[in-house]
């Protein structure tokens, strides 16, 4: 059991497929929680989940509830413009649930009100409202991964033009 990334009735079918593509690239499970905005045969969805889709653990409930039935509650971490916590400060662990509101309702008020120690937020400056839902699961997700180290490039080469290769090629050690 690793992190997973949960939306709550999301509604923009390409910040889905994003998200998706995020999760494969970093194996992550993605949790939608139903009603969607857009059937999992999107085009828009599937284009931008590219030829990704093979590689993320779905999982696909029909409400709050399927959900809640599935996922304990203790490895459950909300994000949402209303926290008072930064995300930097989020106790993340290896079996954290990343738990994400819709792009036009946000975290439903029940989940603010019923977890207020649990919503954390992305800070930023008052000018702008709230973040794209695909970058703000980008930022929670990577810091996640950062602040637990979790190794994700595990079988992959250096690039061949990496600075290491370079310094190889010519002789000199990196």
């Known amino acids: 059991m690793g992190l997973s990334i949960a939306l709550i009735e999301p509604r923009i079918p390409p910040n889905t497929g994003n998200i998706a593509r995020m999760c494969a690239a970093t194996d992550t499970a993605l949790h939608l929680i139903e009603p969607l905005g857009f059937g999992l045969d999107d085009a828009q969805l599937r284009r931008a989940g590219l030829d990704y889709w093979d590689e993320v653990d779905l999982w696909v409930h029909p409400h709050w509830r399927g959900f809640r039935h599935v996922v304990s509650r203790e490895r459950c971490l909300y994000f949402s413009s209303h926290g008072t916590r930064s995300y930097l400060n989020a106790p993340f662990s290896p079996n954290s649930v990343l738990v994400f509101g819709s792009e036009t309702d946000g975290m439903p008020r029940r989940i603010l009100d019923k977890h207020p120690d649990e919503i954390f937020r992305i800070p930023m400056g008052p000018a702008v409202r709230s973040l794209n839902l695909a970058t703000a699961a980008g930022i929670v997700l990577y810091e996640a991964i950062?602040?637990?180290?979790?190794?994700?490039?595990?079988?992959r080469p250096d690039p061949p033009h990496s600075s290491a290769n370079l310094s190889a090629q010519h002789g000199n050690e990196p």
């Open 146 to 155: 950062r602040q637990m180290a979790v190794p994700i490039d595990r079988a």
